[in-house]
């Protein structure tokens, strides 16, 4: 047998054990598949192979009682192939029983190197009653045991534990062993920050090559200037000696012009391939952090089958989407809270066959799983068509419990009636059993699902089935979020964690009992302001409409008032220094695209911090109106036409209302002008030398910094395929030169920047 202090050997247990895994996927996926179809010839060839790659691993190995367990396996699996026997659910309940024990022998030997596995009475019943099936395909008692000889090590190989359902291996046969490797999760965490750190360190060549582009213009003027001074010399007679002098200026002039440019184009392609490099790199080390569905719940239908088995149901498990990517950590977070929900549907859901009959439903129940990406979001759906549960008993049981009145119990929708599914110790059924009914499964569930930033929610339909609704992110380590200013700091909310985002005017909010309150779907939601919840300083003015966040847990809705919102980002989560302990209202730190950290809201934590700040009394009013000082400013237009009449009537235009105007003479111009000023507006021409307008607002709007410009496309044509072409490249406005005759063009450049 092996040796503990060999190594090599211990590697090759390490080996087996995966082997075991990979197989064991395939062994349970093909015996279900099997008991809808008794003689799919495919599905029973497949658990030859997996029987036989197991028998010759466990050899390698020395482990003996898998060799003899799965040589019966796949003897058992060669006559059904023959025809000689049927396998029934009763013969597949057995060989699945065989598969369990199979894993257990590999973990076994894994954990227990120096442990000498011997076929006890509980394996020989097994390997008996597989050898029966292989003759008359029917199955021993495996719950009659014999006692153990004497003498001989007492090793339960058949333990009463419930069986291993969910072996984390991945679910394609042809997957090669030796591609995988083990990485810990503190250094994938680390790497993933340093590739999240790398992507903002390539913002920094943005700025430095605008500067080599104010640094070219510095040049041309000065050029310019020199060609002037050699033209207003040129009249008047000057010592030989200046002259040369001046020509050395004009080329040394000219010398660095072209150096400047070059290096400009140069840093302009290095910062291109650099970010490129950066965004790559990010997301392969996002994706190793990723797998399928299927790779976390594969063992969901063996499940389901021997649940049902167990209970005298027939249900069908049904996956859609099953290799639907999905963070490594999330998937395995979500594996209890998934295993309780299919729990309840057979268990409480499903009906027996004979009531299904009975109502006129299938014999057969039906579970459904749906797991798809959507909006940048990751939402697993589970519906069964079972029983549901009907809004007016839970309403009674609510108030059978004494979670709330009778008056009040009325009130409540059934959205809300259906929250209290999620309250510790809930349950709907009086019958207790090792399954279900003690009322801490969906409990538990709800508040995994909160744990990684998601919803969980539950819509019933009575007689019809049941349907829970999961919303999370895509993965722990890059959260969505909406990123907010208070303070005059940026704060970041996952957002998941939102329920709605609104600006709200002060004559929309109201006070009961010195409380700021609004009505949000006709519902109350108490009004505090962010600076007070994070204990920072009052704002100096409010504002006659104030930017609302609107946050809840299970039963209290609150709206959060900010200073502003920025927008949204997805952020690159880094874990706070463990040596500050726990920072209130705070889960992690990130960084934005310019370098600068921001702050991500734990919305739990705020949340029980606003409650604290109502119960004490002390919540400030955020419906004071004071009046606000506003600075007259000049808002800045740069129109871009490589016609000088069309140039300058534009111009008059805008000054004449206000604004302050810059013109350049064509797309590049343009181009290199917005890039080196700050401006509010640009109007383009399309029609231009060296970039048109389209490829011009095709930079703007794809430059990181530039993009929320305003553009406005002004075009002789009046082309539908022009207007439309505009629009796809993110032009805000697309408007003809007929607009010049009214207020349409002044119309729109106020729409979009308001007055100056």
Known sequence: MLEGSDISQLSLLDLF??????????????????????????????????????????????????????????????????????????????????????????????????LQLVEDVSLQSLVT??????VTATAVNLNETTPIVEGQPKINLAPEIAPVYVPKSPEEPNITLNRGVRVNADNLNRLMGLAGESIVATKWLEPFANSLLKATATQLELSSLLEQ??????????????????????????ECKKIISDRQNEIELFSQRSSNLAQRLYQEVIATRMCSFAEGGQGFPRMVR??????????????????????????????????????NAVDHGIESPQERLKLGKPEFGSIRIEVVHRAGMLFITVADDGRGIDP????????????????MATQLSETELMEFLFLPGFSTTQIVTEISGRGVGLDIAYSTVREVGGTLRAVSKPSKGMTFYLQLPLTLSVVRTLVVEIAGEPYAFGLTRIEQVLMLS???????????????????????????VLELPSPVVNPDILPVIAISDRLNHYGLVVDRFIGEY??????????????????AAAMMDDGSPVLIIDVEDLVRSIA????????????????????????????????????????????????????????????????????????????????????????????????????????????EEDRMQGLEVGADYYLTKSSFHDDTLVKAVIDLIGES
């Open 17 to 114: 054990n995966m082997e075991v895994k990979t197989q064991v996927v395939l062994l349970n996926n093909n015996l279900l598949a099997l008991e809808k179809n008794f003689n799919s010839q495919p599905e029973l060839a497949a658990l030859m192979r997996s029987a036989h790659c197991i028998k010759g691993a466990a050899r390698i190995v020395h482990i003996d009682p898998a060799v003899t367990l799965s040589h019966v396996m796949e003897d058992c699996f060669a006559a059904a192939q023959a025809g000689k026997v049927t396998l029934t659910a009763d013969a597949i309940d057995v060989l699945l029983k065989g598969v369990d024990m199979l894993l257990y022998l590999a973990e076994t030997a894994v954990a227990n190197p120096n």
């Open 129 to 134: 009653a597989i050898t029966n099936i292989s």
């Open 229 to 254: 001074l050699q033209e207003l010399l040129r009249n008047y007679s000057l010592d030989r000696q200046i002259k040369e002098n001046l020509l050395a200026v004009h080329q040394k002039a000219s």
């Open 306 to 343: 021997d649940l049902s088995r167990q209970l005298g149901k027939q249900v069908q498990l049904e996956i859609t989407g099953k290799y639907t990517l999905v963070d490594r950590d999330i998937l395995e977070r979500l594996e209890a809270p998934l295993t309780q929900i299919l729990r």
């Open 392 to 407: 007016e008993f839970l309403r009674q049981e609510i108030v059978k419990k004494q979670l709330t009145n009778a008056e």
């Open 506 to 532: 002060r004559g929309e909010i109201a006070t009961s009992e010195n409380r700021p309150f609004f009505l949000m779907n006709n519902q109350v939601v108490e009004l505090i302001s962010a600076r007070q």
């Open 570 to 587: 997805s952020l690159v989560v880094r874990p706070l220094d463990p040596r500050l302990g726990k920072v209130p209202n705070i889960s």
């Open 612 to 719: 604290k700040v109502f119960s004490s009394g002390q919540a400030s009013q955020v419906n004071q109106s004071s009046r606000q000082v506003i600075s007259k400013t000049f808002k800045r237009v740069l129109v871009v036409d490589d016609s000088i009449t069309v140039r300058e009537m534009e111009r008059k235009l805008l000054e004449n209302n206000g604004y302050k105007v810059e013109v350049a003479v064509n797309g590049m111009d343009g181009w290199n002008a917005v890039r080196s000023g700050d401006y509010d507006l640009v109007i383009t021409d399309i029609d231009m030398p060296r970039m048109n307008g389209f490829e011009l607002t095709k930079e703007i709007k794809t430059h990181t910094q530039l993009k929320q410009i305003p553009v406005i496309i002004v075009s002789y044509k009046d082309r």
